[in-house]
């Protein structure tokens, strides 16, 4: 697989609409900006879930490699009323998208990135 330079991947760093997206390398086939949710985004209260891998809830964009397809995905850390609380979960099938071109892969990246701040 390439490096990251030579793939043009969006920024480190986004900032959109206040909030602040943080890229973090997961392995060598997948990548993920996260960022804090505020409080008024979601209607629980955050005592009433266990958060999973997280400290806070968080909002997710993942970019990841598989079998020459790109998949790009957006989720969130899901409240009590959910399948699996406080783990973090596709949003919908709105926000999954699989396709063989990384520049379309990099523009749904940033699609998902605007929608979600």
């Not at 760093?13 to 900006?33: F, M, P, T, V």
């Not at 995905?73 to 979960?89: K, V």
């Not at 998208?97 to 892969?105: G, N, P, V, Y």
């Given at each position: 697989?390439?490096?990251?330079?030579?793939?043009?991947?969006?920024?480190q760093?986004?900032?959109?609409?206040?909030?602040?997206?943080?890229?973090a390398?997961?392995?060598?086939?997948?990548?993920?900006?996260?960022?804090?949710?505020?409080?008024?985004e979601?209607?629980?209260?955050l005592?009433?879930?266990?958060?999973?891998?997280?400290?806070?809830p968080?909002?997710?964009?993942?970019?990841?490699?598989?079998?020459?397809?790109?998949?790009?995905?957006?989720?969130?850390t899901?409240?009590?009323?959910?399948?699996r609380?406080?783990?973090?979960?596709?949003?919908s099938a709105?926000?999954?998208?699989?396709?063989?071109?990384?520049?379309?892969?990099?523009?749904?990246?940033?699609?998902?990135?605007?929608?979600?701040?």
């Amino acid at each position: 697989m390439p490096t990251e330079d030579d793939l043009d991947f969006p920024p480190q760093s986004i900032e959109k609409n206040g909030y602040h997206w943080e890229r973090a390398k997961l392995d060598k086939n997948s990548y993920q900006w996260v960022r804090e949710m505020s409080d008024d985004e979601y209607p629980w209260d955050l005592e009433d879930v266990s958060l999973v891998g997280t400290d806070v809830p968080i909002r997710a964009v993942s970019l990841q490699s598989l079998d020459g397809e790109w998949q790009v995905e957006a989720s969130e850390t899901a409240g009590p009323d959910y399948h699996r609380p406080g783990f973090t979960e596709l949003i919908s099938a709105e926000f999954s998208h699989s396709t063989s071109d990384l520049a379309e892969a990099r523009n749904i990246v940033h699609q998902f990135i605007n929608q979600l701040s």
